[in-house]
Each structure stands twice: as structure tokens, then as C-alpha cells.
């Protein structure tokens, strides 16, 4: 494939790649960070490459948004409505974990006076039940 | 017009909501204890109704959410095996409510009780939802809740280390529901499908072609790991003990008996309703599966021999347990998966019988936890150590007890199966061993003299009631296995 077919597939593609590189940056992030609050961020880089992922796909070139106008009613003039209510549930669903998350972190903080997981589990061993 | 029973699965999630959000009205935790009893109690009687009423039509139907047909409305599709899970999830959440709430009230400040309530009908009505559901993102959004919620009862107890525990659970679980949201926003992008039947045809068609195999292989793959990951699938346990040992004794036997089978039952729902099992087959899922299951029987059985703590040793074996619903579902045949399903019953009666009967005992001694401190406790309640002793010889497989019935349909599920089948029956025999190797110490300890004199324990009526249920739950699923597999086969062959 030569350079300019690459790139202009590449263009094509920029929202899914995107997705990806983000998706895996959130993932490990998660997964291999010892700071709770980074992990938080993680988890929202995470959540937020999906929602990228989703619109993108409901996003088609050279149309406007789903809100009726005045003069267009052909559903062909409008993007794909669908993609964008999933990405609005998903942001509820997401935000609400981090609320959720980040009362955890705080409240963890003052029984071990640290966010770093790694010693809050080291100290965690040694509590008795 | 609609027949009025085909309203009953939308009523019984609403009512579970509707329950949870006004808890926080309540009184104090008393009250609120009973209004959660309440409606769970409600909710089965209904359910079993609808079983009766599903299994003797042979019938399953589709309840339009706010009467919107197929391609843009929310449904809800039931059958007489979703409506068997709803009675016996949501009867089991009634008595295990009800047997640790003498514990229960003791762990959690008196000012946060009803909001534990609240966490437990969400967790009801999630658990509903997951088996009742046709599309795939309702079934996402109410993961996420049931997540949520089983995070809350975790740190209810709010101990230093269940806060730890807590937030190890949160974070996996999270990475868990981030896979399977990526596999669904794939799944939809292929298709362009949310609701089951739409997308079985659209997915039916395309490997008719031979098309997205790939992808395909790549969706189901996210699905099961994120789910797995949930349920405590092989590989992805590390975050189970600590999180259900540590927790109150109600909130354990919830989230062991009924909470990792919520995300089950969903995905195989998915696997039935959207691909179907011979797809999934030869999309080689299932050997993968198999392989994490059979793993997960020894390691979970292996882990919990080495355990002193009572409560993470039963969490241990849960591991094992859902080894073998893993294993059922690996051996991708239909006996196979009536025996995960059935497995799905049985360890959701049993465990929570175990988790209560073992938190009655420590409660007796003054909330001692280990194994040691613990002997000859159920000399002081009889009942709590008959109970643990039914429950551990089903564990193990005894027959006329449900872990019997359930060993017994995987071995059959296996016959026709070649390599699996010897891999299966081998892992069977082996796995009872193990779990015979520390569920029979612990009986014998817990039966032993000990060194002072076993005065009997103040009885308690709510935990009295729900062991005995319980137990009669883990008796009726071994000698009458015959009637509840007739059910599961029906509504798996109607899926």
C-alpha cells in the first residue's frame, strides 16, 4: 500500500485509532498505577476512548446533528441518533463510579494516610479482622 | 390485551427500586430490614407463580417497556428459566437478609442500616434484571449498578481492611466492565443491534456467510473475560477473598451465593439469545472456558485447604464453585450448560447456608473467625453446625444433597465429549477430594469438644427460620433435581 492510500485510510480511521491508543492507555493505567487517584483518571481516560469509539461510529461525514430543523426531514440529513443516547447513559454510569471511587479514596485516606495501593494493601495485611 | 402474569417481571424489578429508594424514609434499620424482606418474599412468590404458569404452557413472551415495538423499544423477555433464577435468587436474598441481621445490625452504624437496605433491593433489582432482560445495554447499565451496590455492602462493615478490600473489588471490577462495554460498543457496530433477537438474525446471517469471523471471535472473547472477571473466572480471583470474607455475614452470603451468578446468567443469555452455543463452540470460546473452569476448581479448592479464617475459606470454595459452572459452559453442550445452570441453584442455596451457619457460630463465640477458636461452637447451636454440616457434605457431594445432583448432571453432560469428557470426570473426582480435604476438618472442629463447657447460645428466631429453609432448599434440589432440570431444559431449549 503506498503512503498516500495509508494515509488517507488512516484519516478515515482517526477516531477509532484514538479510540484504541486511548483505550489502551486507560486499561494499564488501571491496571499497573499505585496512585488511587490516578487510577480514577485511568478509569475515566478508559471509559471515555468507548464513548470516542461509539459516537465515531454513529458520526457520518457531512451531516448535522439529530435535532429536527426547519426544512429537513429526510432521516438521511442526520447522523446516527442511536450511538449518542448510549454514550449519555454510559457517561451517567460512569460518572457515578468515580463519585463513588473517589468517596472510597477519601475515606481511605484517613484510615491509612496514603492513596498509594501498594502500601495500603501492605498495611492492610497486618490489620487484624 | 395483555394476560395480566406477563406484567409480573417488570413489577418485580420496579417494586425492588422502588423499595431501595425509599429506604432512607424508613424508621431505622428494623423496619427497613423487614420492608426488604418483604418485598424479596413478594417478588418470589410472584415468580413462582409465573414458573408454574410458564412451565405448564410452555411458553416464553416478550413484555414491551412502555409499548414500543422491536427496533426501538427496551423489552423484557421471560421464560421458564429466567423466572426459576428470579424465584430462587430472589428468595435466597430474603433469608439471607434475614438470618445475619443480628450481626448485621451490630456491624453497620445504626444511621447507615436503611441504606444498606437500599443497596441490597438495588443488587435484587439488578439480579432480576440481568435474567429478564433482551438488550444488551440494559444489561450493561445494570451491571454497573449491581457493581456498585456489592462495593457498598462490602465496606458496610466499615473496618480498615474491608474499605481495602472494597477498593481492590471496585477497581477490578471496573476493569472488568470496561472490556465488556468495548465488546458490546463492537458488537453494536457490526450489527447495529441492541436487542437480542435483532441481532441474532444480523449475527446468524453474517457467519451464514462466513463474514467477522474475527471480530466476532474478538467480541465474545471481551464478553467472557469482562464477565469472568466479575464472577471470579479462573485467572481474575485474587480480589474474592479478602472481599467476601471481610464482609458482614449477610452481605457474604449475597455476594458469594447470588451476585457472581447475576453476570453468569446474563452472559449466557448473551450466548444463547445472540450467538448460539454451537456458534460459540466453534468459535473455540468455550475450550478456553473449560480450561479456566477445571483450573479454577483445583486452585479455588487448593487455596481454601490452606485457609484458617472460616469465612475466606468458604470464600475459597466459592472459587471452586464457579469453576465448575465455568466447566459446564466449557463443555458447550447442552447437558453441559443445564448442569452450569443447575449448578447456578444449587451453589446459590448452599453457600449462603454455609456463610450464615459459619457467621452464627462466630457470632457465638464472640466473633472469632478462626477455625481454632471456633471449636465445638456448634455444640452451642446445634442447628447453625447441622446446617454448616449439610452444606459442607453437599459441597463435597453426598448424595440426596443439591452438590451431589449437580456432580452428577456435569458427568453426564460430559459422556459424548472425548478429551473433555476424561478431563471433566477426572477434575469431578478430584475437586470432591479437595473440597472433602477442609470442609470435613472444619465439620469435625467445629463438632469437637472444646476446652470449656458448651452452654447452649440464646436462640435466634430470624437465623433459626432462614438455616432451615435454607436447608431445606439443599435437600429438595438433591432428591428433586428431577422437576428442576425438566425447567432449565425447557427454557434453555426456548432461548
Known sequence: MDLHAFLTKAVSLRFEIAAVILFGIGFMNLMLRHNLIKKIVAFNVMDSSVFLFLASQGYIDGRIAPIAREGIVGAEHYVNPI??????????????????????????????????FDEIMIMAKKKVD | ??????????????????????????????????????????????????TLILYTGEESFVYQMGHFPAPWGNELYV???????????????????????????EDVLPPKQPFYFTMMCMIMASLLALSFTNDVFTGYVFIEISTLAACAIVMARDTEKTIAATIRYLVISLLGSGLFLIGLAMLYCITGHLLMPQLRQKVFMLLVMNRYRVPFTVVVGLLTIGMGIKSA????????????????????AVLSGLVL???????????????????????????????????????????AIREEHIKRMLAY?????????????????????????????????????????????????????SLYRLRGAARQDKLAGI????????????????????????????????????????????????????????????????????????????????ASALMAGVLALGTMAGPVIAVIRMGLSML
Not at chain 1, 454510559?90 to 472510597?104: E, M
Not at chain 2, 424489578?13 to 429508594?21: A, E, H, P, Q, R
Not at chain 2, 450467538?275 to 477445571?294: D, K, S, Y
Not at chain 2, 470426570?425 to 478430584?430: E, T, V
Open chain 2, 79 to 105: 421464560g421458564p428459566l429466567e423466572a426459576m433464577l428470579g424465584m430462587t435468587f430472589s428468595a435466597v436474598m430474603a433469608l439471607s437478609l434475614l438470618g445475619g441481621r443480628r450481626t448485621l445490625m
Open chain 2, 233 to 252: 473466572m479462573f485467572p481474575f480471583y485474587a480480589w474474592l477473598p479478602q472481599a467476601h470474607g471481610g464482609a458482614t455475614t449477610s452481605s457474604s
Open chain 2, 317 to 369: 470454595s466459592s472459587i471452586a464453585q464457579i469453576g465448575y459452572i465455568f466447566m459446564g459452559l466449557g463443555l458447550g453442550t447442552d447437558g453441559g450448560v443445564q448442569a452450569a445452570v443447575f449448578q447456578i441453584m444449587v451453589h446459590a442455596v448452599t453457600k449462603p447456608l454455609l456463610f450464615l451457619c459459619a457467621g452464627r457460630l462466630s457470632e457465638i463465640r464472640g466473633h472469632e473467625k
Open chain 2, 261 to 303: 451468578k447475576g453476570y453468569i446468567v446474563f452472559l449466557l443469555r448473551i450466548f444463547y439469545r445472540v450467538f448460539t452455543i454451537q456458534e460459540i463452540r466453534a468459535l473455540n470460546i468455550t475450550n478456553v472456558m473449560f480450561a479456566f473452569g477445571v483450573a479454577g476448581m483445583m486452585v479455588g479448592s487448593l487455596m
Open chain 1, 83 to 116: 450511538p449518542a443516547g448510549l454514550v449519555l447513559t454510559g457517561i451517567v454510569v460512569s460518572v457515578s463510579v468515580s463519585a463513588f471511587f473517589l468517596a472510597l479514596v477519601q475515606r481511605l485516606y484517613k484510615h491509612y494516610h496514603t492513596v498509594d
Open chain 2, 1 to 50: 390485551m395483555l394476560p395480566i402474569y406477563q406484567n409480573i417481571p417488570f413489577v418485580c424489578i420496579f417494586l425492588c427500586m422502588v423499595c431501595g429508594i425509599t429506604m432512607p424514609l424508613q424508621k431505622n434499620g428494623r423496619t427497613a430490614l423487614w420492608t426488604a424482606v418483604a418485598a424479596c418474599l413478594t417478588v418470589s412468590l410472584l415468580c413462582c407463580c409465573l
Open chain 2, 387 to 466: 446446617g454448616f454440616t449439610l452444606g459442607g457434605l453437599s459441597m463435597i457431594g453426598i448424595p440426596l444433597l443439591g452438590g451431589f445432583a449437580a456432580k452428577a448432571f456435569f458427568a453426564a453432560g460430559a459422556l459424548t465429549m472425548g478429551v473433555k469428557m476424561w478431563v471433566a470426570l477426572l477434575a469431578l473426582a478430584a475437586s470432591s477430594v479437595l473440597n472433602a480435604l477442609y470442609y470435613i476438618p472444619a465439620i469435625l472442629a467445629l463438632w469437637s469438644r472444646g476446652e470449656q463447657d458448651p452452654s447452649p447460645a440464646a436462640p435466634d428466631r430470624g437465623f433459626m427460620t432462614s
